[in-house]
Structures are given as C-alpha cells and as structure tokens.
C-alpha cells in the first residue's frame, strides 16, 4: 500500500521567505506526482503535476521537484506572500486513484 | 463551464441516522471518485466510477457505506448508521476518464458531522 508523508506538518514563516515542502513516498510505481492547495471551505486546486519520466516543473513562483527512485518530491515557494497561506498536500497517481500526504499547513505572516 | 459540485456543504447529523450526500460531476466527465478527509489526516480514497460502474470499492470503510451512479453523471454516497467516527469532509473529483493522464477536478467536499 502506498504511504505519502509530508514534512514538516506546519509552517510559519515571515513575508518574502523561500518556503521548502517536503513529500515522500514508499512505492516508486507510480504515474505521476500532483501538489495541491487546499483552503478551509475550499475544494482542491492543482498547482504542479510532474509526471514520472520528468525531474520538475516550475509555474511562476512554484517549482516542484520529483526524484523517483528515491520516492521523494519539494514544492518550493519563492518570495512568500501572505496570500500563500493555505495546506498544500502532495499526491502520488497509481492507476486511477491518488494517494495524499496528510498536508503541510503554511502561514505566511505579513 | 461549471466545476464539481456538491451538498450540502455541511450536514449535521445524529449518531445512527443514515445521510446521503450528493455529487455533480463537471459535464462530459465518465470518471468520478470519492474521497475522505478525517481532521489532521490525508484524503484516503473510498470508490470510484467509470461511467456508472464501480470498478473498485475497496476503500469503503464498512458495509454502512455505499455508492451510486447514475446516467454517468450525479452521483450519491449513503451512510448508513452513522458513527460519529464518520465525521470528516467527503470531497468528489472527476476526470474525462480514469487514466492516469487525466486530471481529477475536485469539488468543495461536504463536511459531515456525527453528533
């Protein structure tokens, strides 16, 4: 069974700081990796979807890694803004159904 | 054009009343899932549709639990005999298909809880 673990659980950081996420998970057979954004009373947006031949893919602010064979995966978020506070959950894509991390809840403070 | 939908948003209900909650795929979707996110936890997969069959329910919890669809469109999930460990939020997603390829678009869930 395919476990996803995202470190760390929470996040506080200053306006204008690089933000780190981390996702790992034990089963390498996977289709591809998503990072989501989830916001209280919201549904979940996509952000980044890597597919599993690929090392990363970058949207404005948001680059996001994938390392495979090491079952591991980084949201980086450049220059935070108070407007990035929200949980961001990373998933793994087996077959039809995708499996998340519990979620790193982010404040940015201003 | 309209994303996923569902209701309610909230639903409050008594330990061992059945509930049923209701979800509108985006037009021209064959794929629909169901997911469950208890407090603190990840979303954990409980069934999915292509078209209106269930190729795979094996993340129902229990027998209380069960799902339908109809007309590959809206799609209902029954709980029957709540516990108040049901409480969660239940969020539906949906896809062209169910390939790995296709993105799930998910709704804003409904937050279930069991007095």
């Known amino acids: 069974k395919q476990e996803v673990t995202q470190i760390p659980a929470a996040l506080s950081v200053p306006e204008g700081e690089n933000l780190v996420l981390n996702c790992s998970f034990t089963?390498?057979?996977?289709?591809?990796l998503q990072w989501f954004r989830q916001d209280p009373g919201k549904g979940l947006t996509s952000l980044l979807l890597?597919?599993?031949?690929?090392r990363e893919q970058t949207s404005g602010r948001l680059n996001a890694s994938l390392d495979k064979s090491s079952g591991r995966s980084t949201l980086y978020i450049a220059a935070s803004q108070p407007g990035d506070s929200a949980t961001y959950l990373c998933?793994?894509?087996?077959?039809?159904?995708?499996?998340f991390g519990a979620g790193t809840t982010v404040t940015v403070r201003a | 054009g309209a994303g996923v939908s569902q209701s309610p948003s909230n639903k409050v209900t008594e330990k061992g009343k059945d509930v049923e909650l209701r979800c509108d795929p985006i037009?021209?979707?064959?794929?629909l899932y169901w997911y469950r996110q208890r407090l603190g936890q990840g979303l954990e997969f409980l069934i999915y549709?292509?078209?209106?069959?269930?190729?795979?329910k094996s993340g129902l919890p229990s027998d209380r639990f069960s799902a339908e669809r109809t007309g590959e469109s809206v799609s209902t999930l029954t709980i029957q005999r709540t516990q108040q460990e049901d409480s969660a939020v239940y969020l539906c997603?949906?896809?062209?298909?169910?390939?790995?390829?296709?993105?799930?678009?998910f709704g804003p869930g409904t937050r279930l809880t069991v007095l």
């Open positions: 890597i597919q599993s031949s690929q």
């Open positions: 998933a793994v894509r087996d077959d039809y159904k995708l499996s």
């Open positions: 037009s021209g979707h064959t794929a």
């Open positions: 089963d390498s057979a996977i289709y591809n």
């Open positions: 549709f292509q078209g209106n069959s269930a190729p795979d």
């Open positions: 997603a949906s896809s062209l298909e169910a390939r790995p390829t296709d993105t799930q678009y």
